[in-house]
């Protein structure tokens, strides 16, 4: 008897050949019109042999059951489990036990588009594929009703705790907490342990699972868009000065040593300032030529 929120401890049943049944089957079969003839001289036959071989024949046929590879078969007799047969081709079991073949195989699981907030409430879109397959019959069957359609309601959930779990994206590059869009294998990873930790119950595994869909929700996908390009001029812009301030350092430095010329404050302010404009400055420089001196 098992305890309710323990779940269903599975049974190992021991099942018999099919072949050995469905011989004696039709040796039952064949001996009918034997036991006939061979008790028509002496007097008439005992109508009570015959139904006895056409029982045992209809009674072996009956327990004969075929189990395909990857497939299973639950063993109940009278509302008690008795066990699961996992043995593989012709089988035989006593008719009188009923009995639930169920699919070991891996199947698929493509989940609907999600609107969920993220971590910071930022309104997104998620979807996922989920490899998943039956490992324990007895909790598929027993424990949970239809465990076809438990797969998508945990799945979705799932999912919708993943996403307010994390960011959908970084706000800033010094940020390195992790998010949903640069976790890669992490954020799978604990998505599969999630999706475990649901169907476990269930007596189904998770082979994989993988995002096959993640951006912003519609509404905001705009303004997220243009913080993104923003966010990629800023540092487009950042790397041309830092590139810039540092060959100007290396020409007033060039300069100085090889003795090329002799600048003041102000002239070297001057140099700074118009090569610092040339080297930033989006279109190409066109030079004016000073006829007279700086001070002029």
């Known amino acids: 008897m098992n305890t309710p929120g323990t779940g269903t401890q599975e049974i190992d049943f021991k099942s018999y050949s099919g ?7 039709v040796a039952a079969l064949v001996a009918i019109p034997f036991y006939i003839k061979a008790t028509l001289s002496p007097g008439d036959p005992n109508p009570l ?37 996992y043995s593989t081709g012709l089988r035989w079991a006593n008719p009188l036990f009923n009995k639930t073949k169920v699919s070991l195989r891996l199947r698929n699981f493509n989940s609907e588009k999600l609107k969920v907030n993220d971590k910071r409430g930022n309104p997104i879109e998620i979807a996922a594929a989920i490899v ?59 998505l599969k342990r999630e999706l ?54 290396m020409a007033l430095q060039g300069l100085t040593e090889r003795g090329v010329v002799e600048l003041d404050t102000e002239r070297r302010a001057a140099m700074v300032s118009n090569l610092l404009v040339v080297l930033c400055a989006e279109t190409e420089a066109q030079p004016v030529i000073n006829a007279g001196t700086l001070y002029s």
């Open 19 to 25: 072949y050995l049944a469905l011989i004696v089957a």
């Open 196 to 249: 475990q930790n649901r169907f476990e119950k269930a007596g189904l595994h998770v082979e994989d699972a993988r995002l096959t869909h993640l951006a912003y929700a519609p509404e905001i996908a705009g303004a997220m868009l243009r913080r993104q390009q923003a966010e990629a001029v800023i540092g487009a812009r950042k790397q041309i000065v830092l590139g810039a301030v540092s060959m100007v350092e």
């Open 49 to 85: 042999v015959v139904i006895g071989l056409v029982l045992a024949f209809l009674f072996i046929l009956k327990g004969i059951y075929i189990l395909q590879p990857n497939q299973s078969t639950l063993v109940m007799l009278f509302g008690s489990y008795r066990g699961t047969d």
């Open 132 to 190: 998943w397959r039956v490992s324990d019959t007895a909790r598929a069957v027993l424990d949970i009703d239809h465990y076809e359609q438990y797969v998508p309601i945990q799945a979705e959930a799932a999912l919708r705790h993943l996403a307010n779990e994390y960011a959908y994206d970084h706000v800033d590059e010094a940020d390195e907490s992790l998010t949903l869009r640069a976790g890669g294998d992490e954020i799978i990873s604990k």
